[in-house]
DNA sequence: TTGTAAGCGTTATCAA
DNA sequence: TTGATAACGCTTACAA
């Protein structure tokens, strides 16, 4: 058997005015400028437009508006080896914001490194997008440079640094991140707090050390302690290890990323150290994982939805023409707090 | 400052004739049917082409072809308390497949359970999108019928059980994976082997207890315990503990999902029982969870990157018109082995 | 091999 | 308030 499928079936405009008895545009404006027509008219193109099942053409629309109305975005494969599974709960943040606007996503991943850049060329070109949503922005990120380059709209999750124009962007506020669960472990008697961090290269890696070192200051304590390690569980045990094995050996751990995070209950089990007892550990993330861990993890969470919705307030805006202040938005992240730093049976004060 | 952002800038198919001194339907054709051209003309109009930086509209050629090039695929909100982060996976699977085809994916998610179905219909009406992949399929699902009804083309993940017509499917073999893991088990000298299932109503629940039973047969083995629970970490710890206080308790468990799997790691911890040595553990999905967690779950890993590529490559024979035979697909999940069913230190046989 | 003409379905402009 | 006319940018006949 071989049944064609042309692209769209359906009445066009022309059928439902022609059914309806009034001209195209007429039902045109039933759709798009209700407030110009007749009460009585407008009822009864409606009327016609269901009974018709008429819905106007996307391309055709897209074409006479030039607005296509979708928003690209990249997926990443997930890292191997890394907890933080969030690009799924981001990626439905973010679809249920764009529809919310009137707009899908159009999801894309690049074939291999060469042509990345070139896709958002491509998309922004043939109109296919009118826009894009960029995550994952690191230091040398090419991307905002390019995409200002080709006068394509886009709004970032993660402030672009050295940034001339009014960017668009939505972050969290990693450093408060980090000085919250510094607080909240001060708050449950431990004094030697170490960190877990990531290589330098990161912004969020940096700034979720930041707020660590200077909430310490605050409360006027001693570092208990300081390692990097790529954001694997691999190399997080081997750097929670140098921690643990520091005399003294910090009662705490503020890890960056819920993956060094459980590098660092590896390490503790290697020691025969009671995590929630013995030690404390703090990831940031939120990620799945973190609760179905043992003991589950006190963690950072990143309130994606809101982050969504701002994004996409910001694009939208853009694409609308109104652009609004401010450009830039720092969220909060909301600390989980879990077995792993408040044993079973105890009550955080 | 208020730019307004035209959604296609760039120069279009007559510009890039003017400037080749060529008619407009030599650049078509210079896009479409190179072989019509002859090679110098080719290489000029190409040269210009690149020069100008022209990309055909895509909203123009979509409404000219009646084809969007964009298949939808609907996100869930991820479920709390459960381990499965697949959909990153997969999504990231299938938009590469679905672009090795010329294809973009459409991300969409129902505002509420009310407009799912609408959704589907307004995407394939307005010719947003050719077609549909579905993924979650469960034995009351309406959609197949749905989409058979407005003539929607979609191929699904999972078996569609009732269906008449020639329906494109690609599925996992789950009888097959719990099958493949009670076999190992038993080259492991395991001889009480339970099962740790979902409630019946999901037929991948249905097929992957189904495979567990069989084995057991084949292998003239006794079942060593049958336990349900909903899909979450809590259920699964309450329903596996019901397995553990078996007399005799069973010495390897078989769960049905990676989530089920850690509920049974919670329930060993309760007990005492280290796992790995006192009790095996099997999941399945293949999360990334399993290797996070200790000791690393075993478990059964689906092809994605290959159902993507099936899937598309169904789909799109379908949309070009070509049928091909056949229409369904079973793959086999691999058996991912780690220390939770081969303790450290030993070798599988 | 190249050019000409028509039309895909919509919305914007303007006249009635 | 409603209706006619003209694009939007492209591809597919068909003619040269």
């Given at each position: 058997m071989t049944t064609s499928y042309p692209g769209q079936s359906g009445p066009n405009i022309v059928e439902v005015a022609r059914v309806a008895g009034v001209s195209r545009q007429t039902v045109s404006n039933a759709l798009n400028a209700p407030e110009r027509l007749r009460p009585a008219t407008l009822e009864h193109v409606q009327k016609v437009i269901d009974e018709l099942g008429y819905r106007p053409s996307q391309a055709a629309r897209a074409l006479r508006?030039?607005?296509?109305?979708q928003i690209g975005y990249r997926v990443d494969p997930e890292r191997p080896h890394s907890a933080s599974a969030l690009q799924d709960q981001f990626l439905h943040a973010l679809a249920e914001a764009a529809q919310a606007d009137g707009y899908f996503l159009l999801l894309f991943t690049p074939r291999d490194t060469a042509d990345e850049l070139a896709t958002y060329g491509e998309l922004i070109r043939t109109g296919s997008v009118d826009g894009f949503v960029l995550s994952g922005i690191d230091p040398g990120d090419e991307r905002p440079e390019r995409l200002l380059g080709m006068k394509a709209p886009f709004v970032s999750f993660g402030r672009v640094d050295g940034?001339?124009?009014p960017q668009l962007w939505v972050d969290v506020d990693g450093a408060s991140g980090t000085g919250a669960a510094v607080d909240h472990l001060v708050s449950q008697g431990h004094r030697r707090i170490a960190f877990l961090g990531m290589p330098d290269r990161s912004s969020p890696g940096r700034e979720r050390a930041r707020g660590w070192r200077e909430a310490l200051a605050r409360q006027r304590l001693q570092p208990g302690g300081l390692a990097c390690a790529e954001d694997t569980v691999a190399a997080g045990t081997r750097a929670a290890s140098a921690l643990l094995d520091l005399v003294p050996r910090p009662t705490a751990v503020v890890a960056a990323t819920d993956t060094l995070a459980l590098g660092c209950y590896a390490a503790a089990r290697e020691r025969g150290l009671r995590i929630g007892h013995e030690l404390a550990v703090i990831g940031f993330d939120d990620s799945p994982t973190a609760e179905l861990v043992d003991p589950p993890l006190t963690s950072l969470r990143q309130p994606l939805p809101l982050i969504g919705q701002e994004l996409m307030r910001r694009l939208t805006g853009r694409l609308s023409g109104r652009d609004q202040v401010p450009s830039g938005l720092l969220l909060e992240p909301r600390l989980i707090v879990r077995a792993s730093s408040v044993p079973f049976g105890r009550q955080p004060v």
């Open positions: 508006t030039r607005a296509a109305r940034g001339d124009g």
